[in-house]
């Protein structure tokens, strides 16, 4: 790759892509990243960033398109400039097909040399003649649906082994939509409606979501607001304020957040707790700790302490110390949030599972040792696998008899669920990511 072309969003979006692709980072860090060091600026943002989600959202179908238009072998880079490329022509309306193809000719022109510039354009011009191929050319059901959305077979079908091919269909589906801007109102300073009116008059379009300090906003970045840096309000998708909820809390308790970092869910520990009681954020990642304290400190929360140590080996590090209240928000497979990071369902694999069961299982332990009786530990993760969730916590309650799954509070009979045998299920919906919760009490 020659030098980076400042304030051009298709230059910063291929860095993004060829960055994903060589080093499997995630796509959400690099964008910050490199909107920064190309200078990206005002409504080129958006572009670069629709540019980088659409095409990694769509990777597999676009390569689908290219097929018939490609021979040989092509250089990454190239693909990537193609995928780009068709990737505006059939999903976006708003770019004229001759842009499109000039901005792609002067970004292959630009890192390589006449003769790829030639094929780019060769190849673009070819597409616009005759069209996408059709996937109806694709008889098997499970093939076309992977081509289709863009996920790879055997993940469809898990969640068709889970939840029937329809149920799949959908989750794979939506997936490829763009998550809502959803923030969690700072209630210890100042209330939902205040919020709803100041967010207003500095141009938000608000609504309500289904738990009492969850708002959905749109048109302007919730980063931005004069709320935001107030620490007045804090961005968390509204499935990921559920586990709060879950722990019953009361004022002056106990609560450890095991996997902590960076510490959105605890902070809505200490928001719930009015800033009473003792919270303890445990993370294995140390250079994570500043998260916690940057988020604890911008919302006005003074209860909160970080401990760096792995929640496998937790009970040694608090020596005999009980908690009134536990989270274990466990490490999981994410596949609940692949529409935030759509560059997973190309790197992970199938035994991913099997090993991420095996800690999820080995931090639960943990929790019950460190939980006071009639104490209630929280297990969840933002995946939809089966395997994670309430199989995790089935074993987990075999295991301790005095270990009972409880009832979570009323307000989730809202979420749209799907039922499980322990716990509740959310699935990717228009409002939230893929979520599971199960709140478990000690005898």
Partial sequence: MKRKQQGNPRDAALYVLMEVDKNQAYSNLLLTKHMTQHKITGVDRGLMTELTYGTLQNKMTL????????????????????????????????????????????LAKHHGHKGVSGLVNGVLRAFLRQGAPSFETIKDPLQRLSIETSHPEWML??????????????????????????????????TVSEAIEALEKEGFTVRKGILPESLHVANKTAATSALFEAGQITIQDESSMMPAHALNLSLDMTVLD?????????????????????ITALDIHEHKMKFIHQNAER????????????AREASEVFDGKQFDRILVDAPCSGYGVIRRKPDMKYTKQQGDVERLVTIQQAILDEAYKLLAPGGIVVYSTCTIEATENQEVVDAFLAKY??????????????LPTVNVSTGLQVLPYNDGDGFYIAA???G
């Fill in 63 to 106: 390569d689908f398109y290219l097929e018939p238009f490609t021979k040989g072998k092509l250089d990454n880079w190239v693909r990537w400039v193609l995928r780009m490329a068709i990737y505006q022509l059939v999903y976006l309306d708003r770019i004229p097909n001759h842009a499109v193809v000039n901005e792609a000719v002067q």
């Fill in 157 to 190: 079908s898990r969640w068709i082994e889970t939840y029937g091919f329809e149920k799949a269909e959908q989750i794979a589906r939506q997936n490829n939509v763009a998550p809502p801007q959803t923030i969690r109102v700072n209630t210890t300073k100042l």
């Fill in 258 to 278: 095991m996997c902590a970092a960076p510490g959105g869910k605890t902070t809505h520990i200490a928001q719930l707790l009015k800033d009473t009681g003792e």
């Fill in 299 to 310: 919302l006005g929360f003074t209860r909160i302490t970080t401990v760096a140590a792995d």
């Fill in 401 to 414: 008899s005095d270990m009972q799954a409880i009832e979570l509070p009323a307000v989730f009979n809202e």
């Fill in 440 to 442: 478990l009490q000690k």
